[in-house]
């Protein structure tokens, strides 16, 4: 079955520092990949996706993320962290064919001034 | 512009009430997705449809059902609310083809007491 596990449930960070939010995936084989941003109250943003194509996806706010087959990585990073980046963040596999998305558990960000 | 609404977005109900939820979708999309959001369990995806007619259980769809009767709307019923059911609620949509992602609304915050 596929499935996706964020590795850490909270990660703190100060302004200006780099981020890096882990995410293992399991899957008979190659996925569709995403990860979404969840603000205070709101819905779900798309930040990025993989599908196949550039191993390395650039996504919305300087957000990027590697997709890397040997390690079963897609893991979210970012040079330089805002404020505005508080948020909880999803990886997300789509189940093939039939569209459905299966979330990890997510990732807290905390950025501190 | 094309967008994807909720409604209510508070709803405070009693146990044993039948209550709906209402999702509106803009971008015509034929799937069409409800999610439930819990501490530590990331979305949960209770029913989805891929089109008018056409209804599918998630992995917990226990308690709620839902119709499809135009592309538009995909409207969540809980046949008898029960407490266990007090969560945050989302709906989604996708395309039928091409790009897999899907597009979140707002959200609907039930209390079931």
């Known amino acids: 079955a596929q499935s996706v596990t964020q590795l850490d449930s909270h990660v703190s960070v100060s302004e200006g520092t780099p981020v890096l939010l882990r995410c293992n995936y399991s899957?008979?084989?190659?996925?569709?990949l995403f990860w979404y941003v969840q603000h205070p109250n709101k819905g779900l943003q798309l930040l990025l996706k993989?599908?196949?194509?550039?191993?390395l996806v650039k996504g919305i706010n300087g957000f990027e993320a590697e997709f890397k087959k040997s390690e079963t990585s897609f893991h979210l990073t970012k040079p330089s962290a805002h404020m505005s980046d508080a948020a909880e963040y999803f990886c997300?596999?789509?189940?093939?064919?039939?569209?459905?998305?299966?979330f990890g558990t997510g990732t807290r960000l905390l950025v501190s001034p | 512009d094309a967008e994807i609404t909720q409604s209510p977005r508070h709803k405070i109900t009693e146990t044993g009430r039948q209550v709906t939820l209402a999702c509106h979708q803009t971008w015509n999309h034929n799937n069409m997705f409800w999610y439930r959001q819990d501490l530590g369990h990331g979305l949960r995806l209770i029913h989805y449809s891929y089109g008018v007619h056409d209804t599918n259980k998630g992995e917990v769809s226990d308690g709620y059902s839902v119709s499809r009767s135009n592309t538009e709307d995909l409207p969540l019923t809980l046949e008898s609310a029960a407490s266990s059911q007090t969560s945050v609620y989302f709906c989604?949509?996708?395309?039928?083809?091409?790009?897999?992602?899907?597009?979140f609304g707002p959200g609907t915050r039930l209390t079931v007491t």
């Open positions: 993989y599908t196949s194509a550039a191993t």
């Open positions: 997300v596999v789509i189940l093939g064919g039939f569209q459905k998305l299966v």
């Open positions: 989604a949509s996708s395309e039928a083809t091409g790009s897999p992602e899907q597009y």
């Open positions: 899957s008979s084989y190659s996925p569709s």
